[in-house]
């Protein structure tokens, strides 16, 4: 008895419908169009451009200044680590290294000849037939000698390591030649000087390469280190390539008062069909559920015109009713009841039309538990705010009804919704027919 004592409250609103409805517009003079809540993949994605590059690339630099006088590889050419890539001519240093051997030549006989004359210093300092001050004298000639042949010699090393080593432009790693700027013929200059170039560029490995892609500000926080991304190249049309997130930097990029912050993305490039500079549309994927129910967004913007506000209002509070907890009915029935009185006494006061403009309670409705296997990221959602839809259809009896329905994820064409498993399947209003 107490029981349906407390359903009283509800018995009597629902006959209150029922007749506001019945002196109502009616539903039947209009046309609709209609969708379908059907099961699927739905993905919540962050949209951006970036350009393809190698991970590493290495610029060489000569060693030496002179004229190219042979370039062993060209554009494309698969090198090894230490391949000659190309030689510079060498006629100048050899004539210096003539020159360098002479003067060794000389330094080591005025050294030698030093040594003799202080090795005979020393006897006669023994007999006590010089001064200790001339033998001192001898001894620091015979340093210095030796000195100027150190210098000598060292002269002729630095000589024959650029005609031996530095005339010959090698590869510093293994890789591809992406651009060679020298030609037979050209002269080059030292890597020391301001005014020396790069001769080749070499990437290290093409079967690795990285997209730089721009985020703005507003979306930087939905992008992650592992983050799965998909990207497409209009140079591929109907291939889809996937990577994951490597790196956010966190230099920000200011262009015309946009902050935008660079992502960096590594992909595979098994097949080299991924070319240097290549530019592409890149989507992060921000959230992804699977095997979930989807309906259309049109579907949960669409509000009946055949229906006075204040019967949609009433429908879509009895519709919130169906599923909230038993012990939140009655107080939610009587602040309904609360709300109805006070907004018929102010149109009473101030002699206006219009019913009531609340068409959903909040946070009111439905909270079904969420399936284990529906979602993968649900535990970043679940503290999201919970979103309250409305979705009209007709009911078996043929009358236009509504639910409510929690909404997930959205990709801007379908919306996650949850409901049991029933409705997969059932056709929903999308819009009115024009």
């Keep these: 008895m107490k029981k349906d004592i407390k ?7 629902l006959l209150l419908l029922l007749c506001v409805s019945c002196s109502g517009k009616k539903s039947g003079t209009a046309s609709y169009e209609f ?68 003067s060794v030549q000389k330094a080591r006989a005025n ?27 001898s001894r620091t000639t015979l340093n210095n000698q030796r000195a100027d042949l150190a210098v000598e010699e060292a002269n002729l090393r630095v000589i024959e390591t650029e005609i031996n080593q530095y005339a010959f432009i090698t590869s510093p790693i293994d890789g591809i030649v992406l651009d060679r700027n020298i030609n037979v013929g050209d002269t080059v200059v030292d890597s020391s000087s301001n005014n020396s170039s790069s001769i080749f ?101 669409y509000q009946p015109t055949t229906l006075d506000e204040e019967i949609i209002s009433d429908m879509v509070f009895i519709a919130s009713l169906e599923n909230m907890p038993e012990e939140r009915r009655e107080a939610a029935i009587s602040a309904r009841e609360q709300q109805k009185e006070q907004a018929s006494q102010q149109r009473q006061q101030t002699n206006t039309g219009g019913g009531l403009t609340g068409l959903m309670m909040p946070q009111t409705g ?33 009358k236009l009804d509504v639910i409510q329905v929690r909404t997930g994820i959205s990709n801007g064409s379908s919306t996650e919704v949850f409901l049991p498993e029933e409705f997969e399947g059932l056709q929903v209003i999308l819009r009115e027919k024009i």
């Design 7 to 13: 359903q009283l409250p509800v018995l009597c609103l």
């Design 35 to 102: 969708t379908t809540i059907q099961r699927g993949t739905l993905e919540r994605t962050v949209s951006s451009s970036g350009t393809i590059n190698p991970v590493a690339t290495v610029r060489v630099l000569p060693r030496m200044s002179g004229k190219v006088e042979r370039v062993y590889v060209d554009y494309n050419a698969t090198v090894k680590r230490g391949d000659v890539l190309a030689q510079l001519n060498t006629d100048m240093l050899r004539l210096q290294r003539d020159q360098k051997q002479a």
């Design 111 to 137: 050294y030698e000849l030093q040594l003799i004359s202080y090795q005979n210093q020393e006897v006669l300092a023994e007999r006590g037939l010089i001064s200790e001050y001339e033998l001192r004298t």
């Design 201 to 301: 560029t070499i990437a290290e490995n093409l079967r690795e390469m990285q997209i730089e892609a721009m985020i703005g500000e507003i979306d930087v926080a939905s992008i992650h280190k592992d983050q799965a991304v998909r990207f497409t190249l209009e140079s591929l049309p109907g291939r889809r390539f996937s990577g994951v997130v490597d790196t956010l930097r966190m230099v920000p990029v200011v262009s015309n008062n946009v902050v935008s912050y660079t992502v960096i993305i590594n992909v595979e490039n098994r097949d080299g069909s991924l070319l240097p500079g290549m530019t592409c549309a890149v989507d992060f994927i921000v959230e992804r559920s699977e095997d979930v129910l989807l309906v259309a967004n049109a579907a949960l913007r």
């Design 366 to 398: 439905m909270r079904p538990n969420r399936p284990s296997n529906q979602s993968q990221g649900g535990e970043q959602r679940r503290t999201q705010a919970v979103v309250m839809r409305n979705i009209w259809f007709f009911n078996s009896e043929g």
